[in-house]
């Protein structure tokens, strides 16, 4: 009997939808990989990952063909040895568009409009202007990496009558983006922009993307926003720009290392906001997954077809 794994608690009436479409096939769907171990050896198509899974689905004898990943970034997962078996790698990527663009937003529109200050005035009970003077409206935003919540971002930038640059690799134009560059010419957008939003995963590629040359190609009056990996900024650098006035400020979702350490410069910074990688964190994240992706997928998996959805192309890592 073929079996198929999802390392998630969800809902039965998503399960009864997955079952419907593989009848005759086992469907276990548990996050304790303890209790299911024999199975998920054998498992064909698994859904979501935990640490631990590589020693029990890749070997030797693996059945594993498709892994649908619970995220839409897959850097943490083990590429070479997927690619090595051949294994089919889809991703969550699209499933993020609306919760992190309305992160970007309240990242961007808090610095603008010191609603962190303000916060902070308000639990120490002092009623002071903050020195706010600043808007958002007819400013220029720099998308770097125009997916599907880069696009999403364009979007509602729009609504703020922004001016939109987008940076994504084939430099093909987007619904909303006014100027769309290559990554080779980062540095011709970067100092054009007010904002600049990073929505980009991490690759060999991203990989420190953002140090202090780029930094200072910013304006100072620049804000900086990361929602992608954090490891495509040079955290260092990053916090030297910060402290020196190279760029305004920044909101920042994700780190080098996570958690971020109570020993970081970054903690203190009044210019600085931070959300603690819960950009994509929505109440309808499962039911996206499942419903936009996985069964879909799934129907042309058993129809013989290669699941075309999020299919991560290995030599891009995405």
């Not at 979501?48 to 498709?66: F, I, N, P, T």
């Not at 529109?109 to 962190?116: F, N, P, Q």
């Not at 987007?174 to 054009?192: G, I, N, R, S, W």
Request: charged share 20%; aromatic share 8%; hydrophobic share 40%.
């Amino acid at each position: 009997m073929k079996k198929m794994i999802i390392t998630h608690e969800v809902d039965q009436h998503y399960l009864e939808q997955i079952q419907a479409i593989i009848p005759d096939w086992l469907l276990i769907a548990d996050n304790n990989l303890e209790t299911c171990q024999e199975h998920v050896k054998e498992a064909e198509i698994i859904a979501g990952w935990k640490k631990g899974l590589a020693e029990l689905c890749l070997g030797e004898d693996s059945k594993l063909k498709w892994l649908q990943a619970w995220s839409a970034g897959v850097d943490s997962l083990p590429l070479e040895r997927l690619q090595l078996k051949n294994v089919f790698l889809t991703s969550a990527n699209g499933v993020h568009a609306y919760p992190i663009s309305e992160t970007i937003f309240a990242l961007m529109l808090g610095l603008t409009r010191k609603i962190h200050t303000y916060v902070k005035n308000q639990q120490a009970k002092t009623w002071h202007h903050g020195n706010m003077n600043l808007e958002m409206h007819e400013k220029t935003v720099g998308i770097i990496g125009v997916g599907e919540i880069g696009k999403e971002t364009a979007k509602i930038a729009k609504a703020f009558g922004m001016n939109v640059l987008g940076l994504r690799h084939s430099g093909k134009p987007a619904d909303f983006v006014d100027e769309m560059y290559t990554p080779d010419q980062l540095e011709l957008l970067l100092p054009k922009c007010d904002y600049i939003v990073v929505t980009l995963p991490h690759t060999k590629e991203t990989h420190h993307l953002f140090g202090s040359p780029q930094f200072k190609q910013m304006k100072s009056s620049a804000y900086f926003i990361n929602i992608g990996r954090g490891d495509v900024v040079i955290e260092e650098d990053l916090i030297q720009a910060l402290q020196e006035g190279t760029i305004a400020g920044a909101g920042l979702d994700v780190f080098e290392t996570e958690p971020l350490s109570t020993e970081s410069p970054l903690w203190e910074m009044e210019n600085v906001i931070i959300t603690p990688h819960t950009s994509g964190s929505t109440e309808q994240y499962t039911k996206r997954v499942i419903e936009n992706i996985l069964i879909p997928n799934l129907r042309e998996y058993v129809s013989g077809n290669n699941p075309t959805i999020n299919l991560v192309d290995y030599v891009k890592g995405y």
